[in-house]
Each structure stands twice: as C-alpha cells, then as structure tokens.
C-alpha cells in the first residue's frame, strides 16, 4: 500500500459477503461519520434506471472499469476528518482476478494512485457471537483506530 493521501483519511472495511461490512458502516454512518457505500451494491441499485448501466452487465470488463470508475469517482468526493469505505479499489481488483475477467494490463494500476489509510478485514462473526451488536462492532474499529 502506498502513502495515505492528504486530506481526507480512508478508512476501509474489507472482507468475505456477509461478514458485515454495510451493517458496520451503516452504524458509523449513524453515528455521525462520513461513509462511501459499496460500488457494486450502488450500481446495481441504479441497473434497473440506467439502461446503459445495465448493458454492462453483459460485458464483464466494461463492467469492471465502470466499477473502478464509481469508486475512485465517491473517494474524489471525500471531504473532513475522515470516512469508511465499505470495500475499496482492492476489492475490485481482487475479483476481477477472482472472476477471470480479462482486462488490459493498465486495469490494475489504474486504482494504484488511491492509497488507504487503514484497512480492516471484517471476519463473519461465528454463530453463537451474532450478539454482538453493529454498534459494538463500530465502536472496536473507532477504538482500534484511537490506538486503544
């Protein structure tokens, strides 16, 4: 990972599908933080109004552009103290190596510039610890973050 960019600190929540990472972000947001939604989730919310949009569907790699697109586009954007990302330009780039979605080999580093303050890995709670709370979650990352 490259040096944090001035301004604003990116803080991201990584991990499996429903390990939760919105759920947690969704608390940060209540409790006042700024927040970045994840892309995929926001473009397919869109798919069904933009018809372009969902034409990507068919084409994986346009796809995968318009993805890393939207992301880096909603970090521009970020303003303040600071800001949690549910999933980050690795994320993209990491299933677009997962998925086998062939790309020019400028793909890659075209998100290389967009460096992150920290990054947390979620791990899905077991079973029996779903008790614990998003906001409890929340609070160990904001902790983790103040160095506690």
């Not at 890659?108 to 979620?122: I, P, T």
Request: proline content about 8%; hydrophobic content about 45%.
């Amino acid at each position: 990972m490259t040096a944090p960019t001035p301004g604003c600190a990116k803080f991201v929540l990584t991990g499996a599908p429903g390990a939760g990472k919105t759920t947690i972000v969704q608390e940060l947001r209540r409790m006042g933080w700024l927040t970045v939604p994840e892309s995929f989730t926001a473009l397919m919310l869109r798919a069904g109004a933009e018809p372009d949009l969902a034409a990507l569907l068919g084409d994986p790699p346009a796809f995968q552009r318009r993805l890393l697109a939207h992301q880096l586009e909603a970090e521009a954007l970020l303003h303040g103290p600071g800001a949690f990302l549910d999933r980050g330009t690795l994320d993209i780039t990491f299933y677009r190596a997962r998925l086998g979605v062939d790309l020019p080999a400028d793909f890659d580093q075209l998100g290389n510039g967009n460096a992150y303050d920290r990054v947390f890995l979620v791990d899905p709670l077991p079973e029996a610890q779903y008790v614990a709370s998003p906001a409890a979650r929340a609070r160990f990352i904001l902790d983790a973050l103040q160095g506690r």
